[in-house]
């Protein structure tokens, strides 16, 4: 199993302007004590696990959007593509723009709004825009004209999701005319249609049908002009795997392509969880009965025990709301959060550990022998969901990297750092 340094928020040479600098060659001469590792075979387990939810010959958009639900876009759109993903998907033009710089060449969709002369220049790099009006349509197709070019573009189509797109549950006639001016208009290639659903992961599929029904008669009025788009979806990660009628000839999924389940009542048994959150013990104390732990404290201990130090906090995306109630596994035992979740610190109690040791391995979110923390633990305990957990951590804890096993990552791709303390960082781990 390789592993690699992907990237850090402190880049080499940026001290001192050049890469000798002692301080920052010490830097990454060890991994930092609080990290994330993503499993990139996990991801393209998922990504077959999808894949095989679907017809032969659906083409798969693997969403990318907000780092790859924090997973890093770069390597997770790489593993995608290598894997049989035809389409990345991401909801600005800046997250395109960073797998363009990235050296990443596939057609890239933006679910978002993009300023028409972004639009122009994204043409050139595969870039495809998402058309939510006749309007904004128009300020495209002007601004193409300008520059003698052609934008390609997909329309979004408001079944029930209340958000982007022509609202065909309010006015039909209005959303046709709308769709065929739009097909109409100059320097505009319409490559595909698209809608998304708001309830699929439910177990009551009523409003997704409904949804479905509504996009289908749209599809249905432009098949009798002949002008249905070549890629036509709809379905997200949920409605893949349960709705096979959502699929046409384009999926979408995204938390599923890092094995977590888009909604309790979905069966994920098949999905594997891709990332871990990692950390050490820093301090460890043995205290009376009656000590005050963190901020405001607002927890006493009611015996004498051990209070561990782990330097992860809110500002690593480590809510504040996992104060007092979250878990942490030392040695394979869950350690309970005492007190506040501070915004570089987590105090756990580990009296009952008796040989939890100082630089001891945390896992904050993971597996470890038989127990997980898994991200749907995490985030019930902040009222939310797993898709928050993830795309909710910062890039101040950087990411290492499993690779897959029979994929070739570019050079370029491999920022340059040290990788042998990596690899004896990580060895002997495996979740
Ligand atoms: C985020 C997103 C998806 C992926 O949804 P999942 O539930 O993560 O599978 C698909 N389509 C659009 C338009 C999105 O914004």
Redesign the pocket.
């Known amino acids: 199993m390789t592993l690699f340094y992907s990237h850090d928020p402190v880049r080499p040479g940026s001290l001192s302007g050049t890469p000798a600098d002692p301080l920052q060659q010490s830097l990454f001469s060890r991994p930092p004590h609080t990290r994330i590792e993503v499993d990139l075979s996990a991801i393209a387990r998922n990504i077959q696990v999808v894949k095989q939810h679907c017809r032969p010959g659906t083409k798969l958009l693997a ?1 990318v ?1 907000a780092n790859a ?1 924090g997973h890093g876009a770069v390597h997770v759109a790489n593993t995608a593509l290598a894997w049989g993903a035809d389409f990345l ?1 991401v ?1 600005r033009i800046s997250e395109a723009v960073q797998l363009l710089e990235a050296g990443i060449r596939s057609p890239m969709l933006v ?1 978002g709004d993009v300023w028409p002369l972004q639009a122009v220049h994204g043409q050139a790099h595969g870039i495809r825009i998402t058309l939510t009006s006749l309007s904004s349509a128009r300020a495209v197709s002007a601004v193409a004209l300008s520059h003698g070019c052609t934008v390609t573009a997909h329309i979004k189509i408001d079944t029930g999701m209340g958000r982007l797109g022509l609202c065909a549950g309010v006015n039909m006639d209005r959303t046709m005319a709308d769709l065929e001016a739009i097909m109409q208009l100059e320097n505009l290639a319409i490559e595909g249609i ?1 809608t ?1 659903f708001a309830n699929a ?1 439910a177990k009551d599929k009523t409003h997704t049908d409904q949804q479905l029904a509504l996009f289908s008669q749209v599809l249905g009025r432009l098949a009798e002009k002949n002008l249905v788009p070549d890629i036509v979806h709809a379905a ?3 409605a ?1 795997l349960e709705i096979p009628d959502s699929h046409f000839t384009m999926v ?5 392509l890092y094995g977590l389940c ?1 909604g309790p009542g979905i069966d994920c048994t098949d999905l594997t969880p891709a990332l871990s959150i990692l950390s050490r013990i820093i301090q460890l104390k043995q205290v009376p009965k009656g000590f005050a732990v963190s901020y405001g404290s607002t927890h006493i201990t009611d015996r004498a025990t051990t209070i561990a130090t782990i330097p992860v906090g809110y500002a690593d995306g480590y809510s504040r709301l996992f104060s007092a109630k979250a878990h942490m596994l030392v040695k394979g035992q869950r350690a309970k959060v005492v007190g506040r979740v501070c915004m570089d610190f987590t105090m756990i109690d580990v009296g009952h550990i008796l040989d939890a040791g100082l630089g001891d391995e945390v896992v904050i979110l993971g597996s470890r022998g038989s127990d997980t923390i898994s991200a749907d633990e995490l985030a019930k305990l902040a009222n939310t969901i797993n ?1 928050e957990i993830v795309a909710g951590l910062t890039s101040r804890m950087p990411v290492f990297y499993r690779q897959p096993p029979h994929h070739h990552i570019p050079e370029s791709h491999v920022s340059q750092q040290p990788s042998h303390d990596v690899n004896q960082e990580v060895h002997g781990h495996d979740n």
Request: aromatic share 20%.
């Open positions: 969403v959007k639900y998907g909801a679910f698209y998304h992961d997200n990660s949920a893949t979408r999924p995204g938390i599923s888009p898709y």
